[in-house]
């Protein structure tokens, strides 16, 4: 087992070198160790065809009306299952051809992401209402607020670049312990809807000619975008990064689900709400509790939205 293992690795290696020749006998650049990449990286991209171009740095109101808690809940429990076979395929087209790719797929995306500054501002004015509901905002607040976001994400991503992998594994530890420090004190202290109301009382409230399509309508899609390029031995660790993140956000969204539709409180009321979410953290009773958990929605979603 050992001899065919080194002859494996010998027939490899000649390979190898074979593609990084042929890559630059066709006046392909080499890659350099300024990119940090590792030799697996480099054969790839030559094999390919590709060039080098980056470094490795290290609405929920819509599925309340269309289908209501038990619509939500079960058309979010099939569209994970049937995206799973998708992230198994890409996946498996990663591990094949690393490259940068899901552009189009994500364009609807980057564009809504466009508008996460008024989101954020908006979470202000609702962390500001917990407290002062007297207290009424003006566009130009509004606009300064979102300006000042703005400022933030374009200092980030343009001087601080080499800081985004804190950042980004700042926002991993952080997604984890905002979904901890927000569902538990929801599961204490906010009174409970009905298990059937929130796993079998579909809702049409959309105005569509049947639920079924109503329940569609409010379907949740999953997208990704990925950067191979700038991450070691990207045919083997982003297949990997792909199918682990969606088993754990999937894990981490049925029971964030759940907990949102049974602490939520009436369906008609959550829909009437100009902020859904403000009430779901208003039912646990306290107004300290309902600030605090604004708060880490506040400074998680601004890590998640912006880098």
């Known amino acids: 087992m050992t001899l065919h293992n080194e002859q494996v690795s010998e027939e490899r290696k000649s390979i190898n070198g074979e593609i990084r020749e042929a890559g630059l006998e066709a006046g392909l650049p080499s890659p350099t160790d300024e990119y940090g990449e590792t030799q697996n990286d480099v054969n790839d991209m030559l094999r390919l065809g590709k060039k080098q171009e980056f470094?490795?740095?290290?609405?929920?109101?819509?599925?309340?009306?269309?289908?209501?808690?038990?619509?939500?809940?079960?058309?979010?429990?099939?569209?994970?299952?049937?995206?799973?076979?998708?992230?198994?395929?890409?996946?498996?087209?990663?591990s094949m051809a690393?490259?940068?790719?899901?552009?189009?797929?994500?364009?609807?995306?980057?564009?809504?992401?466009?508008?996460?500054?008024?989101?954020?501002?908006?979470?202000?004015?609702?962390?500001?209402?917990?407290?002062?509901?007297?207290?009424?905002?003006?566009?130009?607040?509004?606009?300064?607020?979102?300006?000042?976001?703005?400022l933030i994400t374009i200092v980030f991503n343009t001087w601080g670049a080499r800081l985004l992998p804190i950042i980004e594994t700042t926002s991993l530890f952080g997604h984890l312990a905002g979904f901890l420090i927000t569902i538990i004190p929801l599961w204490v202290m906010a009174p409970k809807n009905s298990t059937r109301s929130v796993f079998l009382d579909v809702i049409n409230n959309g105005g569509w000619s049947n639920t079924g399509t109503s329940c569609l309508i409010a379907q949740v899609s999953v997208l990704y975008c990925n950067l191979a390029e700038e991450v070691e031995d990207a045919s083997i660790n982003v297949p990997r990064a792909m199918w682990w993140s969606y088993i754990l956000n999937v894990f981490l969204g049925i029971i964030t689900l759940i907990t949102m539709l049974f602490c939520i409180g009436p369906l008609d009321a959550a829909i009437e709400s100009p902020a859904p979410y403000l009430s779901l953290f208003l039912n646990t009773g306290s107004e300290a509790m309902a600030t605090a958990l604004m708060i880490i929605l506040r400074m998680f979603t601004n890590l998640t939205l912006r880098y």
Do not use: H
Not at 59 to 86: D, K
Not at 114 to 136: C, G, K, M, Q
């Open 98 to 150: 690393p490259t940068s790719g899901g552009w189009m797929s994500s364009l609807g995306w980057i564009a809504s992401l466009a508008s996460s500054v008024f989101v954020l501002a908006t979470l202000v004015e609702a962390i500001i209402d917990i407290r002062n509901a007297d207290f009424s905002f003006s566009s130009w607040q509004y606009t300064l607020i979102m300006i000042a976001y703005l």
């Open 55 to 94: 470094k490795n740095y290290r609405s929920l109101s819509v599925g309340l009306i269309n289908g209501g808690f038990a619509g939500l809940f079960w058309v979010f429990i099939g569209t994970v299952i049937c995206y799973s076979s998708i992230v198994a395929s890409l996946a498996e087209m990663e």
